[in-house]
């Protein structure tokens, strides 16, 4: 294990006692960023940024600061439980792992035998790093079905890269882009997926010039040479547009055009049906700043785009993805210093061998519930989740009987949020591995404990596309918890699947890092490493796709029957689509802006989280709120033909009249019934999420633009949306409401509320 003792270690650590310091890696959010765990009595007293780390520099986001507060909560899930009585009864009892192991193992194999393997859904959340052992046990369990946040955020990245160059294409900040165009995306707060917003900001003040297109006028925006306020949806018609202004100019680059890119005519003619005057008829933003920001980037060298889920999550998610990357690709930055790189990963077994994806045997994959549908998404392995709440509710077009959901949310964070409660409702059985007894997890029938960063040993950021490799160390252990690798390698024991897992979840970890020479425990002494950065690789081999070209014209698209060029759809629920539905609910709803403090549904319990971010808040323009008689700091009820939700307003001019702003995921684990108000304020109560409400290749739910109303709340119509002011709704929110968090707090006591009926005590 790598330390710092006193010699090396910060003057503090002398101070104030602490008897080590190890490095690790985060895992709070997509983050990944290096961690200096400091302890003491074999007890975390607090984490800091570790300064060699490559690729947070020591930086670290107020999440990561208050991992300590996760680890030691009082309400922390510690020991597996099993539910008494019905569902959302919020009584439980302890029972050992092997009991809750055995009893999920006994209903998989069950629930296999007699409706297939299929029947059985497994599911994970973002951001745990568990996707490689999830998949590695569904395929060899032989189900298709793996329920992710896959189908729209990252996986559409993915997805669209693959089929146009090969591999996701990632920001070179190290050589410093002169020019970056953030498209919605807020990275910064989100530090999203390969990317910190630390290299991002040493880049602007480094000189770099930055295009910011976004409805909000983000932190980000606020820094912009050139800010296109876009209206909510139409992003691959703005960038068409820009397309357009590119070829018109002759601004492209001839030569990377010339000898790399398939679909070049085809294009051009796709690009010149977006005039400035058309274009700037359907986005809202002034043909002069188009223009200007196409001329920009175009001209300043290196360019790169720093995309976010923003654009994936509409109908025309993969085509946003496609017609960026042919801004990318026209104007020659691909693979190139200081544009957007496509870094190779170290020799190791990655995400897709160890996730095992060719052992799911044809028969079965060919039952991947909306394969058929959504295809780009299905030669992914990804499901869009109506399709899973369907298989429960009507057992069409065969019936889903299990569900086992991990580092998952589902009820807070799925469109249709009613929906997904009666399907959670309904199935046979659910298993959920988690931190706290979440919202679905008031539904599960048994609870496991799941490890945090801090009580496990992995291989941090395998999965990524920037090519850097660091080691997580296990320093705490916390009750009862185990990370998902193990209890589902565990679990592969008893189901009959051992001969593909293994003894000890190390030698899986070994196994990963064997094509490098290294075992884990070696990899355990190393800061971290990354293969030799090269560029230009295609001049050599091509790019990995069917025409070995950057393929602006999608071969596999055109094979599996979708348009092969991007295309500009209309938003299904929008004043254009629906002037009719426009009359009584008037503005346009983007849902989803990212907090400091929270990982979606994540960190609400955490003192310093949750103090930050009390309440849930919906930004609504000034002339908005006076036209609909609504005050700063008011709450009021949103609601769409959906349904209806309360948040708190707040008043700015940073967004255009005729939008609303929601945050999402919003549950109140300080109130302790079952359900913790997880129908209160969650924006996806609001959000359709049928079938033409999604991408038509990638099954994309629209949950960033839906019509809206708003008005103030009247206090009288409360009980219309549920007991609103329960559990001390209207005062401010304490740290004693949340439970303290801190290293003194008990890390084996049960969560507040369960049932002390217990096979084993306490």
């Known amino acids: 294990m790598t330390e710092f003792r006193y010699a090396n270690a910060p003057r503090e650590m002398e101070a104030y006692g602490y008897d080590r310091v190890v490095k690790s890696h985060c895992r709070m959010c997509h983050g990944g960023c290096g961690m200096l765990v400091y302890l003491k009595d074999g007890r975390v007293e607090k984490v800091g940024g570790d300064p060699d780390c490559p690729i947070s520099h020591g930086t670290v986001c107020s999440k990561g600061l208050a991992s300590v507060q996760l680890a030691y909560h009082p309400d922390r899930l510690t020991h597996p439980l099993r539910r008494l009585g019905p569902k959302a009864s919020g009584r439980w009892e302890r029972i050992s792992w092997d009991e809750a192991l055995d009893t999920i193992a006994e ?67 190290d050589n410093n882009p002169r020019c970056i165009m953030v498209w919605g995306n807020n990275v910064t707060i989100s530090n999203p997926d390969c990317y910190k ?24 925006a606020a820094r912009a040479d050139i800010w296109l306020q876009l209206r909510p949806g139409t992003d691959t018609a703005l960038a068409l547009g820009m397309a357009n202004v590119i070829i018109e100019e002759e601004l492209y680059d001839h030569d990377f055009v010339a000898n790399q890119v398939h679909g070049w005519e085809e294009f051009k003619a796709r690009a010149a049906e977006y005039p400035l005057e058309k274009t700037t008829e359907i986005t809202w933003v002034p043909q002069e700043k188009i223009r200007a920001a196409a001329r920009l980037f175009a001209t300043t060298k290196p360019a790169a785009v720093q995309w976010g889920v923003a654009i994936e999550q509409q109908v025309t998610c993969a085509d946003n993805n496609r017609a960026l990357l042919a801004l990318m690709g026209i104007t020659g930055n691909i693979d190139v210093p200081g544009g957007q790189m496509l870094f190779k990963q170290p020799p190791i077994r990655n995400v897709s061998q160890f996730g095992a994806h060719k052992a799911l045997p044809p028969e079965q994959a060919a039952k991947r ?10 030669n992914f392995g990804i499901i869009n989740p109506k399709f899973v709440w369907d298989a429960v509710l009507t057992e069409q077009p065969y019936p889903v009987k299990m569900l086992f959901f991990i580092s998952s949310n589902p009820l807070m964070t799925r469109a249709n949020a009613r929906e997904v409660y009666s399907a959670l409702e309904k199935v046979d059985f659910m298993a959920v591995a988690d931190f706290f007894v979440t919202p679905t997890a008031e539904l599960a029938d048994i ?113 599996w029957g979708y348009d092969p060029l991007p295309q500009y759809r209309e938003p299904p629920e929008s004043p254009v689509s629906r002037p009719e539905l426009a009359r009584d609910y008037p503005y346009v709803l983007i849902t989803g802006a990212r907090q400091p403090g929270f990982f979606h549904s994540e960190n609400r319990q955490l003192p310093w989280a949750r103090e930050l971010h009390p309440d849930p808040i919906v930004e609504i323009h000034p002339a908005t709120a006076e036209k609909e008689g609504i005050r700063d700091g008011d709450w009021v009820v949103i609601e769409s033909p959906r349904g209806r939700i309360r948040q708190k307003a707040k008043l700015t001019e940073g967004i255009l009249p005729q939008v609303i702003a929601a945050q999402h995921a919003w549950w109140f684990p300080e109130k302790r019934d079952p359900g913790h108000g997880w129908d209160e304020s969650n924006v996806n109560i609001l959000i359709d999420n049928g079938y033409d409400h999604c991408d038509p290749a990638m099954g994309a739910t629209s949950i960033r633009t839906l019509l809206c109303k708003v008005s103030p709340e009247d206090l009288r119509d409360r009980s219309a949306a549920g007991d609103w002011t329960a559990a001390g709704w209207d005062r401010p929110v304490t740290s004693s409401d949340l439970g303290r968090g801190d290293a003194s707090a008990r890390a084996g006591a049960p969560p507040a509320g369960v049932h002390s009926d217990s096979k084993e005590g306490e």
């Open 107 to 173: 209903r998989m194999l069950a629930y296999r035998e007699e409706h297939g393997a299929e029947s059985v859904v497994l599911g994970y959340g973002t951001g745990r790093e568990n996707e490689a052992v999830i998949y590695r046990f569904a395929n060899y369990f032989g189900s298709p079905n793996v329920l992710t946040a896959g189908h729209f955020c990252y996986g559409p990245r993915i997805a669209t890269t693959v089929i146009t160059c090969g591999s996701n294409v990632i920001v070179d900040y």
């Open 369 to 378: 519930l909306g394969g058929d549908v959504f295809r780009l998404a299905g």
């Open 197 to 220: 917003g630390e290299p991002f900001s040493q880049a602007l003040n480094a000189g770099a010039k930055l295009i910011v297109v976004d409805p909000r006028l983000t932190r980000v």
């Open 447 to 559: 609870v496991l404990p799941a490890a945090t960063w801090l009580e496990m040993d992995y291989i941090g950021d395998f999965w990524k596309r920037h090519g850097w490799l660091l080691p997580r160390r296990k320093v705490i252990q916390v009750g009862e918890c185990r990370s998902d690798h193990e209890m589902l390698n565990d679990l592969a024991h008893r189901v009959g699947m051992g001969e593909h897992f293994w003894d000890d979840f190390e030698q899986g970890l070994d196994w990963i890092l064997e094509p490098s020479g290294i075992t884990f425990q070696e990899f355990l002494q190393m800061d971290h490493f990354r293969r030799a950065v090269t560029y230009q690789k295609y001049l050599v081999k091509g790019f990995s796709t069917p025409t070995r070209k950057f393929e602006l014209y999608s071969t596999k698209l055109e094979e």
